[in-house]
């Protein structure tokens, strides 16, 4: 466990210091599989601290999961997704204004060959962070996130060692993420006085006996959270 807390903090670190021009805005999937399993849920988020009162972080990481509309173009994913205002996702729990960076969408269509898809869902932007609209394109290996004609976010998912049939109550050997262009992230925190950070969730898996369904224990932390108070 230690160990994945410490790849996830050097990722954090990787992510800031990089002169990569893409953060990491959003990701689950499979980390570590031994006697145990472990998933990772990575939850961008913009944070404001207005005091000194730091929120309870599992309820923080609740708070900020969104599932969004959207109008397709067709039958699949493939659509668009309109602004809304900021006020619409801003939670404030104690001393801390949060804001999710990426929300969930569902297709239409059930996509019953890609049933890990139905698990970890498919995230794009947050309506807030366009004037207008979002178009999402699909390409080869990724979904596309435009604002105009500008691509400001990218979506892929992964598979690993993965079989058709699951194991009891166990999530899919597979995962997701989400991408969004620095330089968007950075303009939304000069104009709100806010900072970007992640909220992680790492939940383990085990059972005593194979015959068993897997229980879990979850732990959250946080990288990159302000504490300087802004008025």
Known sequence: MEDVWQKAGNLWRENEKTNNGWLIAQANGRVCQTDSVYDLEIRGVFQRCLGRKIPDLEEAFRQTEHTIPYVTTSGGVQGYIKCEPIS?????????????VA?????????????????????????FLTNSFFQIKCRQDSLEILDGDEVVGKWLDWKWNFREKLTANLT??????????????????????????????LTMYYREHSYQEYKTHSWIKEYGSSSIIVG
């Open 103 to 127: 929300c969930q969408v569902w297709p239409y269509t059930t996509p019953r060959w890609q049933s890990w898809r139905l698990t970890r869902g498919i995230w794009v932007l947050s309506p």
């Open 172 to 201: 899919p050997s597979s995962g997701e993420y989400l991408l969004i262009k620095r330089a968007k992230v950075e303009q939304f925190e000069e104009s709100e006085k806010c900072k970007f950070c992640w909220i992680c969730k």
């Open 88 to 100: 619409a996702y801003a939670q404030w729990l104690d001393d801390w204004q949060l804001l999710p």
